[in-house]
């Protein structure tokens, strides 16, 4: 089976709203690592597992803490899901919402 086109290509700069409403701009090569994930439901419990794995290993694993690595979570909820996901589960990762591209910047 051959690889997908995609693969080994870069990965396109984009930018939406995070939780807070705020822009956030995705330019890869620029700046610290970014480690992005992907979910489709914020307050699942496969989603709710996710997210709180990455935000208690930015708190506790060491390779994290040198990397300085930024870890963005991305699903199609809207902004305002969003916003009570982050409060609800204390993240301290940035998530971005697509939910509507006519949001897109």
């Known amino acids: 089976m051959a690889?997908?086109?995609?693969v080994g290509k870069a990965a396109?700069?984009?930018?939406?709203?995070?939780s807070d409403g705020n822009t956030?701009?995705?330019k890869p090569g620029q700046g610290k690592p970014i480690a992005l994930f992907f979910?489709?439901?914020?307050?699942?419990?496969?989603?709710?597992?996710?997210?709180c794995q990455f935000r208690d290993?930015?708190?506790?694993k060491e390779i994290y803490k040198?990397?300085?690595v930024q870890v963005v979570g991305v699903s199609p909820d809207s902004v305002k899901k969003q916003k009570e996901f982050v409060e609800k589960q204390?993240?301290?990762v940035r998530l971005?919402?697509?939910?509507d591209p006519s949001d897109w910047v």
């Open 3 to 6: 690889p997908h086109p995609l």
């Open 12 to 18: 396109p700069s984009f930018a939406i709203p995070d």
């Open 24 to 26: 956030y701009e995705f």
């Open 39 to 51: 979910y489709p439901e914020s307050g699942s419990y496969g989603c709710t597992r996710e997210a």
């Open 57 to 60: 290993a930015l708190a506790e």
């Open 66 to 68: 040198r990397s300085n």
């Open 90 to 92: 204390k993240l301290t």
């Open 96 to 99: 971005v919402a697509f939910s």
